[in-house]
C-alpha cells in the first residue's frame, strides 16, 4: 500500500549524514535511511537538505513533518520520538603519539570541533578546554591531519569516514577518550498535520523490519569504511 501525499523531510547538511553531491542529488546515510523506509513502507518523503538549526526550525513550526537526528530534551519540546534509527559513539582523538585515558588527557591540547554539535555537556561547556570551532567533519579531520590541531572531536564513524576519504588509516590515530552515545531516531513534528497514528505505526515497523534484516547497520559500515 502507499501513500499519495508526501511527508515533508528536512535533512540536516552534514556530512555524511546529510547534503548535496556535485550535481546536486541528496545524499549521505540519512537519505539513504530514508530511501530504504520509504521501500519497506510505501510511504513517500519529499526531502529537502537544511542546515540543523534550519530543520529544529521546520520542525518546531510544522513546515517538516519528520526528521531523523540525535534526541534530546530540547528534541522532545518540538517532536516526538518514534522509532531508533542508531546509535554512534563519540569520540575525542588524535594522532598516534597521543593516547587519551583520562578526561584530564584533554586540557591543554587544541581541539577542533564542528561548530553547533554537542556530545557530552562537561566536554561541550567546558571553557578550559582549547576548542576551534570548524564547518563540518571535513574540516576538523582535515586540521588534524595537518597539525593544525591536536585532536578532534566527533561521532566515531564521521571520523573514519573523512580518513578514508583523505586516504588514511585509522592506525594513525591514537587512543580515543569516549565522551557518549548519541542516538539518531525518526522524529515527528508535534505541529505535523500530515502524520497519523497509522502512519506512524508504519514507520515503526518498517525501521523494525529494516533493523531486523541488517539493512541499516549494513548503511552504517559502508560509510565507515567510506563510500565514493
Known amino acids: 500500500m502507499s501513500f499519495a501525499a508526501p511527508l515533508q523531510v528536512s535533512v540536516f ?8 553531491d556535485d550535481e546536486g542529488r541528496i545524499v549521505g546515510i540519512i537519505p539513504e535511511i530514508l530511501a530504504e523506509i520509504e521501500q519497506e513502507t510505501g510511504l513517500s518523503f519529499e526531502k529537502k537538505v537544511v542546515p ?31 522509532a531508533r534509527i542508531y546509535t554512534l559513539r563519540n569520540i575525542v582523538v588524535g594522532k598516534s603519539s597521543i593516547d587519551l585515558l583520562w578526561y584530564s588527557d584533554l586540557l591543554g591540547y587544541t581541539i577542533s570541533v564542528p561548530a553547533g554539535t ?4 562537561k566536554f561541550d561547556d567546558d571553557h578550559r578546554l582549547k576548542k576551534i570551532y570548524v564547518r563540518g567533519f571535513s574540516s576538523a579531520v582535515s586540521q588534524l591531519l595537518a597539525d593544525r590541531v591536536d585532536l578532534v572531536a566527533g ?4 571520523i573514519s569516514y573523512y580518513l578514508h576519504k583523505q586516504k588514511q588509516s585509522p ?13 539518531a531516531w525518526v522524529q515527528v513534528s508535534h505541529q505535523s498535520k500530515n502524520i497519523t497514528p497509522e502512519i506512524v505505526e508504519k514507520i515503526v515497523a518498517g525501521v523494525k523490519n529494516l533493523h531486523n534484516k541488517g539493512v541499516i547497520d549494513a548503511i552504517l559500515r559502508k560509510y565507515k569504511g567510506a563510500t565514493s
Open 52 to 82: 540543523y538549526k534550519r530543520m529544529y526550525y521546520e520542525l518546531e513550526t510544522g513546515e517538516s513533518d519528520l526528521a531523523i537526528f540525535f534526541r534530546s530534551t530540547k528534541s522532545e519540546t518540538i517532536a516526538s520520538s518514534k
Open 171 to 183: 592506525d594513525i590515530l591514537g587512543e580515543a577518550f569516549f565522551l557518549s552515545y548519541s542516538s
Open 118 to 121: 554537542r556530545y557530552y555537556d
Open 13 to 20: 547538511d552534514l556530512p555524511p549524514f546529510g547534503g548535496r
Open 155 to 158: 561521532p566515531e564513524i564521521s
